[in-house]
């Protein structure tokens, strides 16, 4: 949403709004990610998955350095641990570059535990342009920016009821009513109730899983360099249990996928 906002900002200035049910930015999904800022090394080539991650992974690199915001372009590894992941690890190579990845190097295993000295795998494929951020450093750096450009951010408003009247749309929420022209659902897990609350009947229904992370304690954070992922399973929709180093300096290792039953 806020992101949205950015892109809007420049053409309506003080005319527009931005929502927030929670008291402060990002308490959600965006507040609660593994903060990385992904390559697009998995999707399909020219897909708009594909497309959108590559124009957004540079354009957010370029935010964080012309506002200060805490980064690393750390680089990833993805590791073979058998003859048959070494081949898959050739795929994902070929599929990086169709999606325009420059910084890609599939390292025998000797190579690996140059870079990686405590992976154990017979071969690695090296992502340069994977990176690491706090996302809710990121999102309040947006609201900045927003504010700066004229834009109200409301905090403490949850959408509470939409309609529509003649030249517009009125959205009450908890802290006031709004009238607006265009609204724009970007609720994430709350999406599709904000879309039914509009009118609209969304044909998916959002169906929310939680993952669960162990912290690495403070004497084993050397042990990791990049971020460590397995080759992908085919035969799962996720990309397998990984090490992730986070910006502020400590390291995870997940996710589990858990029903979210609230």
Do not use: W
């Not at 964080?64 to 898959?88: I, L």
């Not at 342009?129 to 706090?134: A, S």
């Amino acid at each position: 949403g806020l992101a949205t906002g950015l892109a809007l900002v420049e053409h309506f200035g003080d005319r527009l709004v931005i929502v927030e049910a929670e008291a402060e930015l990002a308490r959600h999904q965006t507040g609660h990610n593994s903060g990385v800022i992904h390559s697009g090394l998995y999707y399909v080539p020219g897909s708009q998955k594909a497309t959108l991650c590559a124009e957004g992974r540079e354009l957010l690199y370029r935010f964080c350095e012309n506002h200060g915001v805490p980064h690393e372009r750390c680089g990833k590894v993805v590791v073979a641990t058998s003859d048959e992941e070494r081949q898959r690890l050739e795929s994902l190579r070929t599929r990086g570059e169709a999606n325009g990845l420059r910084d890609l190097r599939v390292l025998p295993g000797e190579e690996l535990r140059e870079i990686e000295p405590h992976v154990a795998g017979v071969a690695g494929l090296r992502v340069g342009e994977t990176g690491i951020v706090n996302y809710g450093v990121v999102s309040r750096a947006y609201g900045d920016v927003l504010r700066r450009g004229g834009a109200r951010v409301m905090t403490g408003a949850r959408l509470m009821a939409v309609r529509q009247e003649t030249g517009g749309l009125v959205a009450e929420t908890s802290a006031g009513t709004i009238r607006a022209r265009v609204l724009g659902n970007c609720a994430g897990l709350q999406s599709d109730r904000v879309a039914r609350l509009c009118g609209a009947e969304p044909d998916v229904r959002i169906v929310p899983f939680r993952g669960e992370y162990y912290e690495v304690g403070e004497t084993g954070r050397h042990l990791v360099k990049h971020l460590i992922y397995p080759v992908p399973d085919p035969r799962f929709p996720f990309l397998g249990v990984h090490f992730t180093r986070r910006v502020e300096g400590t390291i995870e290792a997940g996710p589990n996928a858990v029903i979210a039953f609230r």
